[in-house]
């Protein structure tokens, strides 16, 4: 190859295991930093790999040995040299991939990190074994993230919820399908132009659209196993909108082997993620045994089992609640995913078996769910 640049971006690919058949020296002084800053994380793969960490460039002096970087300095090289996505890219794969746990345990590490969902779930993972200083940091991140999600699905889910419109109530909003033509002949037929034969409309006139009075009771149910994190997040958040419909009382519990009623701080997702605990077994009969004595309005309620149906218990229990709950005419839905990609990895016999006892299956998107929702309670 006699492409500098495609010897460079292999370079930059290969890193210093690259150095015998392309020398660091070779590099430009961006490109020298890029590779320090690259081998910093990427070399500590190729150690578990059992190859031993050497100096870069093999000479006397001017040495870019990666353990000059801290991580404080690691990030801001990071964020220096390459563009926003291929920062956020590697910082993932720091926490997610290669276990940087540092990362995570210095406040002021944390305030150079990019707020982001990949972010908030290794936070999340992160935060029990977090000093107290770490963990306030945590918890400010974690409303930054859940405050970005909370502004793009907001208005997503308020509008799959939305009501009928209402006829009886004018709206400013000047919106085609709530365009109120009876009223708006109405009143402007004192403009009527003879001349023209037709009627000059100065007063426009649109339908309000009435929220929806909705006695329901909606539990969600929610295993907090590893796997189901990105879940867990997204039920949190949509648990907090729930919460603000009126005439709809929202339960929150969360599971392992054991169980966390998390109603009274469903209004707040920053205080039900940082309540989250993952790990530990799975016992989801006892959770929705538990979620069953919540129900007071068989007909008005709507129970929701976020699960990849792992039951680490007899299946017995469990079956045997979701029957009862169907014979009472709850509604049921089991959701193996709840989140922006919906991709479900859950147990797909269990929940054959679930849907055989009479609960819906499915992975839904936030705005899905909210449509599946307000389709049962409209």
């Avoid at 190729?46 to 190859?51: Q, Y």
């Avoid at 930054?144 to 799959?160: C, F, G, N, S, W």
């Avoid at 295993?223 to 648990?239: E, H, K, N, P, R």
């Avoid at 009126?246 to 169980?259: G, N, R």
Wanted: aromatic share 6%; with cysteine.
């Amino acid at each position: 190859m006699t492409d500098p640049q495609l010897l460079r971006r292999w370079r930059l690919a290969l890193g210093r295991y690259a150095e015998r058949a392309l020398p660091s020296s070779e590099l430009s002084g961006a490109d020298l930093r890029a590779d320090r800053a690259l081998d910093y994380l990427y070399a500590r793969e190729m150690e578990k790999r059992g190859l031993r960490r050497s100096k870069q460039g093999g000479g006397a002096g001017g040495s870019l040995d990666p353990t000059r970087l801290t991580p404080l300095g690691w990030l801001g090289e990071l964020r220096d040299l390459f563009p926003q996505s291929v920062y956020e890219t590697v910082q993932a794969h720091a926490i997610d991939n290669l276990g940087m746990s540092e990362l995570l345990s210095d406040p002021a590490v944390l305030d150079a990190l990019e707020p982001n969902r990949d972010l908030l779930k290794a936070l999340i993972a992160f935060k029990g074994a977090a000093n107290p200083a770490a963990r306030e940091k945590i918890r400010e991140v974690t409303r930054k993230v859940v405050e970005e999600i909370l502004r793009q699905l907001r208005p997503r889910v308020e509008a799959a919820l939305a009501g009928k419109p209402n006829r009886f109530r004018r709206s400013q909003l000047k919106s085609m399908k709530n365009f109120a033509w009876r009223e708006t002949i109405r009143d402007n037929l004192k403009n009527w132009d003879s001349e023209r034969g037709r009627i000059v409309a100065d007063r426009l006139r649109f339908h309000g659209r009435s929220r929806r009075r909705l006695p329901w009771t909606i539990i969600l149910c929610v295993d907090q196993s590893g796997s189901m994190l990105s879940s867990t997040i997204y039920a949190a958040v949509m648990a907090s909108i729930l919460t603000a419909l009126p005439s709809v009382e929202v339960k929150l519990v969360v599971f392992d082997t054991a169980i966390v009623d998390l109603s009274s701080e469903a209004h707040d997702p920053v205080e039900v993620l940082m309540s989250v605990q993952l790990g530990g077994g799975t016992n989801i009969g006892a959770a929705t045994e538990y979620c069953e004595g919540l129900v007071t309005q068989p007909t008005r309620t709507i129970f929701v089992l976020i699960s990849d149906f792992e039951e680490g218990a007899p299946v017995g229990r469990l079956l045997s609640a979701v029957r009862r709950m169907a014979s009472a005419r709850i509604t049921m839905l089991g959701l193996g995913a709840l989140s922006d990609d919906a991709a479900p990895v859950y147990d797909r016999r269990m929940a054959e078996r679930l849907a055989g006892c009479g609960m819906e299956i499915a992975a839904l998107t936030p705005d899905r769910f909210a449509e599946w929702i307000g389709a049962r309670i409209a």
